[in-house]
């Protein structure tokens, strides 16, 4: 069974950092495109960032290219999302996905994780 | 970057009523167009992807269709457990993104 936990998430100052991590199981991690998507409180979904199986190939969302790295550990099956310089509007359950085999479509998500930015 | 516009923002209908939602999207692309199901408190879950392929283990009483710019998700027969809100999402290019979504409410 695919399962993808996140954790990282918190309260956390505006202009501070966070780094939140998914433990991906039950698939050959190495082999899929990885991606994270948020979801601001009583919004809709936006796409932030995707990384290429071997993180050759990394693409980013315009508002947060500067400020957030995706990353992966193939060893670890474990995929790494680094938020800097935060802000309010960075406040949003962010969710791990898995993209579905050679496409940018997602095929399985984590049950996210909360990051709130806030003084 | 790629606009995704859906329409109607929020629909009521009764359990076995045919239910339609439109996803344009503001330049052509192709059939890389994907509908996702989101139930409240809930991640989101894939239903169609390739504008018209149905994701496995989803009822067959949804259906996708469209290519271009203009795309249709179509419940066949609303169910009780079709609560939920529905979005659309280009992979033509990056950045991608999303609808804003179509709330489906059961009368």
């Known amino acids: 069974e695919v399962q993808l936990v996140e954790s990282g998430g918190g309260l956390v100052q505006p202009g501070g950092s966070l780094r939140l991590s998914c433990a991906a199981s039950?698939?050959?991690?190495?082999?899929?495109?990885m991606s994270w998507v948020r979801q601001a409180p009583g919004k809709g979904l936006e796409w932030v960032a995707n990384?290429?199986?071997?993180?050759?190939?990394?693409y980013y969302v315009g508002s947060v290219k500067g400020r957030f790295t995706i990353s992966r550990d193939n060893a670890k099956n474990s995929l790494f999302l680094q938020m800097n310089s935060l802000r309010a509007e960075d406040t949003a359950v962010y969710y791990c996905?898995?993209?579905?085999?050679?496409?940018?479509?997602?095929?399985?998500w984590g049950q996210g994780t909360l990051v709130t930015v806030s003084s | 970057d790629i606009q995704m516009t859906q329409s109607p923002s929020s629909v009521s209908a009764s359990v076995g009523d045919r239910v339609t939602i439109t996803c344009r999207a503001s330049q052509g692309i192709s059939s890389w167009l994907a509908w996702y199901q989101q139930k409240p408190g809930k991640a989101p879950k894939l239903l169609i992807y390739?504008?018209?392929s149905l994701q496995s283990g989803v009822p067959s009483r949804f259906s996708g269709s469209g290519s271009g710019t203009d795309f249709t998700l179509t419940i066949s027969s609303l169910q009780p457990e079709d609560l939920a809100t529905y979005y659309c999402?280009?992979?033509?290019?990056?950045?991608?993104?999303f609808g804003g979504g179509t709330k489906v409410e059961i009368k």
């Open positions: 996905a898995r993209d579905k085999q050679d496409s940018s479509w997602v095929d399985y």
């Open positions: 990384i290429k199986q071997d993180g050759s190939e990394i």
């Open positions: 039950g698939f050959t991690f190495s082999s899929y495109w």
């Open positions: 390739a504008a018209s």
């Open positions: 999402q280009q992979a033509s290019s990056f950045p991608l993104t």
